[in-house]
């Protein structure tokens, strides 16, 4: 742990000698990465320093990828020491880095002591008419409660929820990734798209989501357009409704069943807020503002199991589902996992399940599996490098034993 000597405390019963051995006590630095404008405007208060520092040292820490005071040029040498000893600017450490050949980046994140302490991220590029986006898939959470029965993130079980320098460390790592070798004053961000989509229910770690995505919109920061950060729930209803006071972002829902029995099944949250009041509570997200572009619709993602949730009635469910919501729908091959009880859908039923929903008037889309060759594609995060939580082999064991019921055709 980096932390810095600031008080020494000499203990000692007789005359001290060399051999005695001293104790400190060692104060832990106060990490910038993860604080909003107005924290840092309140940290540098106490300091005794104006507030305008907060968006200098913002703009040095997130457009200038820069962790060391002495670099922050436009601040004074006296200001810089005292930072110096105070505060670290300090992204999670990285374990694993993997860079596809399709371009599909990851890193695994060690964000604690033990096996299950570990997050992962993606980066997935994509070519466009207007250009190239890269979108990262951050996660919030060590693990997750939820225990969607499809979800290798799920099966580990709930760690810990991420602090804000955790969340927004994975950006800054993605985009430092892209300008190691680039001199600072050349720095540019890489990063197109977030999507809060990775390990963890976002909504259940509401505080620190919410500050992390502060700091991606703050010009000051990463600037991002509010179009282009996503916040994806499973459906934690009252949050929902609480996130649309507090921001303005784009929404998307792991819908993945189009009615309340498959979907208790699926995502289990279901049981808690049932899809009546699910639809409801994206309509009130999106009434909110809906002149906006970032809230123009939601975008419903559902994963293709097959002989699960892949039937013509179920696209005509979701049609029905959905007919009063403006939303854009994305169908997710699944990609399995060990000792998941679902297999992906075969192309021609998840092309004739787009075709049905397409006819019905609805923007769907299937989202393109990447980054296969280094085990990045959605819903395997984290799944080969900490899948040994207590979850997971009580999984396994139902797994061996036969105690898994796959579902039949419908
Ligand atoms: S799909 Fe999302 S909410 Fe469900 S278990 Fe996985 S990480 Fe949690």
């Known amino acids: 742990m980096n932390s810095e000597v600031v008080a020494s405390s000499v203990k000692q019963d007789g005359p001290q000698s060399l051999s005695t051995p001293v104790q400190v006590e060692t104060v832990p630095k106060v990490n910038l990465l993860g604080m909003s404008r107005p924290q840092l405007e309140a940290f540098f208060e106490t300091l005794g320093e104006k507030k305008f520092r907060a968006g200098q040292v913002m703009k040095w820490i997130h457009q200038f990828f820069v962790t060391d005071f002495a670099e922050m040029s436009n601040i004074s040498g006296k200001l810089r020491e005292k930072l110096e000893q105070v505060c670290e600017i ?19 994140f060690r964000v604690g002591e033990g096996a299950g302490s570990l997050v992962e991220t993606v980066l997935i590029p994509a070519e466009h008419k207007t250009g190239l986006s890269r979108t990262l898939c951050i996660s919030s959470q060590v693990g997750c409660a939820l225990d969607c029965s499809f979800c290798s993130t799920g099966k580990q079980g709930f760690q810990r929820d991420l602090t804000p320098d955790e969340i927004i460390g994975q950006l800054w790592v993605a985009n430092h990734s892209y300008m190691e070798d680039v001199p600072v004053a050349e720095r540019e961000r890489s990063v197109t798209n977030v999507v809060m989509m990775g390990m963890g229910e976002p909504l259940l770690n509401y505080d620190a989501v919410l500050s ?62 049932p899809l009546e009041q699910l639809i409801a509570a994206c309509q009130r997200y999106i009434a909110k503002n809906g002149n906006e572009s970032s809230r123009r619709h939601v975008t419903i993602e559902y994963v293709m199991l097959d002989g699960v949730n892949d039937h013509p009635e179920h696209a005509q469910q979701m049609i029905k589902l959905l007919k009063n919501l403006p939303s854009k729908i994305n169908l997710i091959p699944f990609n399995p996992f060990p000792h998941a009880p679902y297999e992906r859908s075969s192309r021609n039923r998840i092309i004739s399940f787009q075709k049905t929903l397409s006819d019905a008037g609805f923007v769907c889309t299937i989202r393109q599996t990447r980054g296969d060759d280094i085990d990045a594609a959605c819903g395997q995060l984290v799944g080969q490098v900490a899948d040994r939580t207590r979850r997971a082999e009580q999984w396994k064991k139902k797994v061996e034993e036969g105690n898994v019921i796959l579902r039949s055709q419908g």
């Open 212 to 273: 992390s995505m502060y700091i991606m919109l703050d010009d000051f920061a990463y600037g991002m357009s509010k179009r282009r950060v996503t916040l994806s729930t499973s459906g934690v209803v009252p949050k929902i409704d609480q996130l649309g006071k507090d921001i303005d972002v784009a929404l998307a829902i792991s819908l993945h069943a189009p009615n309340d029995a498959l979907r208790n099944e699926l995502v289990p949250i279901n049981k808690k807020y």
């Open 90 to 108: 300090k992204a999670p450490e990285v374990v694993h880095r993997n860079y596809s050949k399709d371009g599909t980046r990851k890193w695994v």
